[in-house]
């Protein structure tokens, strides 16, 4: 039997018996600022005659953050995801201030 977990929002996604489909919205660098944007009016306009309302749910994650903060992705960020929501709509990574898309790397190679 699978338990649902406790998150920090107290929001729960869909599959554990939330309200609305909690989606992540990860624009990333680039372009992926651009059509993220655009992606989330499509997914709105397409699902505007659903039942079940839809939740998104913007983090700035990128390398503007990164080259902040020194940081990719905050702690407890992976957790986070995979606990409170159904989804995550990524734009982009990639970025020239970043030497060897250390970002992407970092991103991905967190473990869960």
Do not use: H
Not at 20 to 46: F, H, L, Q, W, Y
Not at 71 to 98: Q, W, Y
């Amino acid at each position: 039997m699978t338990t649902r977990p406790m998150n920090a929002s107290g929001k729960m996604p869909l599959r554990w018996g939330g309200e609305a489909a909690r989606i992540a919205v990860i624009p990333g660098d680039g372009i992926g600022k651009e059509v993220t944007p655009e992606a989330v009016k499509v997914i709105r306009a397409a699902t505007a005659g659903a039942k079940r309302p839809l939740e998104f749910v913007e983090f700035d994650w990128g390398a503007d953050r990164y080259l902040k903060d020194g940081v990719s992705l905050p702690a407890g960020a992976v957790e986070m995801l995979r606990d409170e929501f159904d989804a995550i709509l990524f734009g982009a990574l990639g970025d020239p201030r970043v030497p060897s898309n250390q970002l992407a790397f970092m991103s991905f190679s967190t473990p869960s």
